[in-house]
């Protein structure tokens, strides 16, 4: 069995691809129902709170997968200046 650790979610991975793995074999049975998901989104928090009390976490982040590459339109970089604090 996979464990996330170190920055590396091969659990949280091996999860969403059972789940989507199930919802496709459903789909083959049914195709007006369980139509497979093209992404997923995910919140996931972590980290300490930004200040005493605080719900927001600094780590917090929401990863996106795309299961079917032939949804995205287009995709942009953010400049390196806008990611420094």
Not at 6 to 12: K, S
């Amino acid at each position: 069995m996979p464990v996330n650790q170190n920055g590396n979610n091969a659990l949280d991975c091996m999860v969403i691809n059972a789940l989507h793995g199930y919802r496709d074999r459903l789909y083959q049975r049914d195709k007006e129902h369980n139509r497979p998901f093209d992404t997923v989104r995910g919140l996931y928090l972590e980290g300490s709170g930004i200040f005493p009390g605080s719900m927001l976490r600094d780590k917090t982040h929401i990863q996106i997968c795309v299961r079917n590459t032939r949804v995205i339109k287009g995709y942009f970089r953010v400049p390196e200046e806008h990611l420094r604090y």
